[in-house]
């Protein structure tokens, strides 16, 4: 007997009409992405602002040729045609930025991690909701076709409760060497993880996590300064989970997703986060579902197109910075736990410890 299940709607949505003259602020490595995915979805980018506005003419020149370019940001926030800013900066000084669009009446979308502070975090939920924008955060795991596909799942009840959540990925993320993140001390449990961390709290929903232990090290064959291995158990009342990354891995990438409820199992599994082949198990029935789409770049579509829809519909977006605020309580509590060795109480830790790494000898 074939799965009788509901349709599971996973693919990124657009508004119906509402297609806003949008900015983009800080125009580095990512936003090739962030540019690729608005203009296939149709978007209308208005405006590119970097600094260093060689870097927002390049931008211009591969996406939107009509974009005016700033190398002020302030100067694109005097034009009352831009609805919505995308920050795509490094979030040390995301914030003011921010807080700028924000009082300029602009909703915004933030790259992640939101901010290194929660109370700042908080600051900036209460100031969108003060001025009447919206403040989301761009979460694009939420809309890589394999996470989104679970996420739903689990939301539409499919595998009921979830009791067990297992993700591990094992690459190589030495990549980074020699740029801006070789600089970040939790490159990998704080920059990179928080995806994990955030689409973990989309699995659980409701299911608080209760206590969270962490451990990190550095490989022997690693050439970058942070550490590249980290692990996190995370306590729920009648739940438990694990996040495990191994990111220097040198052969056979690979990266697995578990989610069992009391209802069904949802699974993931492939070499990389593009390339991903999702289960679903209903008692003794499977669906292999064919998904189309990746990560990279149709997650930036899914959270802009969700921003839009949210403005359109006058609701509060699903990513908003309120709900990412929650990952980051875990994030954060996990790398406390990593850097003192114990367990930490989600929540109990409002500034990310330790931000940058010195770049010392031991590095190479
Ligand atoms: N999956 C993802 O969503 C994903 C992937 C990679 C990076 N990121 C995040 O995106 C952010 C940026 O990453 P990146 O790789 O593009 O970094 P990057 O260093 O390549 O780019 C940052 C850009 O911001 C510009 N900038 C700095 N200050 C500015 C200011 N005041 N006004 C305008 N521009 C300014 C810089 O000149 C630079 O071009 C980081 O927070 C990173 O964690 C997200």
Redesign the pocket.
């Known amino acids: 007997m074939k799965l009788q299940l509901p349709e599971i709607p996973y693919l990124p949505r657009d508004p119906v009409s509402y297609r806003p003259p949008i900015a983009l602020?800080?125009?580095?490595?990512?936003?090739s992405?962030h540019l690729r995915a608005y203009r296939s979805a149709g978007y209308h980018v208005a405006a590119l602002?970097?600094?260093?506005e060689e870097?927002?003419l390049k931008r211009q020149a591969e996406f939107y040729p009509e974009a005016a370019v700033y190398?002020?940001?302030r100067q694109m926030l005097e034009r009352p045609d831009i609805e919505v800013v995308d920050v795509?900066?490094?979030?040390a000084?995301?914030p003011a930025?921010i807080e700028d669009c924000l009082r300029a009446g602009k909703h915004v979308l933030s790259?992640?991690?939101f901010v290194l502070d929660l109370e700042v975090g908080r600051k900036l939920v209460r100031l969108a909701d003060e001025v009447g924008r919206k403040l989301a955060v761009?979460?694009?795991?939420r809309w890589a076709p394999y996470f989104s596909y679970m996420r739903q799942a689990i939301t539409q009840g499919v595998i009921g409760r979830p009791t067990a959540a297992h993700l591990a990925v094992h690459w190589n993320h030495g990549w980074v060497k020699g740029?801006?993140?070789e600089r970040i001390r939790h490159l990998i449990l704080f920059?990179f993880a928080i995806?994990w961390f955030d689409i973990l709290c989309c699995f659980m929903g409701d299911q608080n996590p209760k206590r969270v232990f962490a451990s990190m090290a550095r490989t022997a064959t690693q050439q970058i300064v942070p550490p590249l291995l980290a692990q996190v158990l995370i306590e729920y009342d009648s739940a438990q989970a694990s996040l495990v990354f191994d990111a220097d891995t040198r052969h056979g990438p690979l990266e697995t997703t578990y989610v069992t409820g009391e209802l069904g199992t949802l699974s993931s599994t492939g070499v990389d986060s593009n390339r991903q082949r999702v289960s679903l198990s209903v008692g003794r029935q499977k669906r292999r579902p064919l998904l189309t789409g990746q990560?990279?770049p149709d997650?930036?579509h899914g959270t802009m197109g969700e921003l839009l829809l949210a403005i359109e519909e006058n609701r509060q977006p699903s990513h908003s910075a309120a709900d990412n605020l929650r990952s980051l309580e875990l994030c954060f509590a996990a790398v406390a736990s990593a850097e003192r060795g114990e367990p930490m109480l989600p929540g109990s830790v409002s500034q990310l410890p330790i931000i940058t790494e010195t770049h010392d000898s031991s590095a190479a």
């Open positions: 602020v800080g125009c580095g490595g990512i936003t992405y602002c970097d600094l260093r870097f927002a190398a002020d940001y795509a900066t490094h979030p000084i995301r930025i790259q992640k991690p761009n979460q694009n795991g740029t801006e993140f920059d995806h990560w990279f997650g930036f």
